[in-house]
């Protein structure tokens, strides 16, 4: 938990994974509006306006794993962003223009968050990860503990 705002927003994102999932099955619905719901992009033709600007924090605090904490309150929205744009766009492009446009190093906490997120629409998009296993997901491999 972040002693600034004491948010544990990584906790948060888990639950915005568990009230997501209980709407829709869909893994493609599920990313969209996981990425709605957590980073403020939009589900419609104007998702790119969204996430061009860098999404919206709706969920500022901390909680994240060491290796994936940057030191801002914006981690949930970082991750969230990158899932809604990969679901659009696919993995590879996604990580592409997050090296390259948004100047996320690979070896970053940014960029391994990046590749945790990627990993997360792959294994949803495969059926490797149900949308209603996504919030055990989250907390195991990117909350901290």
């Known amino acids: 938990m972040n ?35 957590v980073a403020g992009v939009r589900r419609g033709v104007l998702w790119p306006v969204d996430a061009g600007r860098g999404g919206s924090n709706r969920i500022r605090g901390r909680g994240f794993r060491r290796h994936v904490d940057d030191g801002t309150d914006g981690q949930a929205r970082h991750f969230a962003g990158i899932v809604a744009v990969a679901a659009r766009i696919g993995p590879r492009l996604t990580r592409w223009l997050s090296i390259h446009v948004g100047r996320d190093a690979p070896d970053s906490a940014d960029g391994r968050l990046t590749d945790h997120a990627l990993d997360f629409v792959r294994l949803l998009r495969s059926g490797e990860l149900a949308p209603q296993d996504a919030d055990a997901w989250v907390r195991s491999t990117i909350c901290g503990r």
């Open 3 to 37: 002693a600034g705002t004491g948010v544990d927003a990584c906790a948060e994102l888990a639950d915005a994974c568990s009230r997501v999932a209980a709407r829709t099955s869909n893994p493609r619905e599920f990313l969209r509006r996981l990425g709605h719901e």
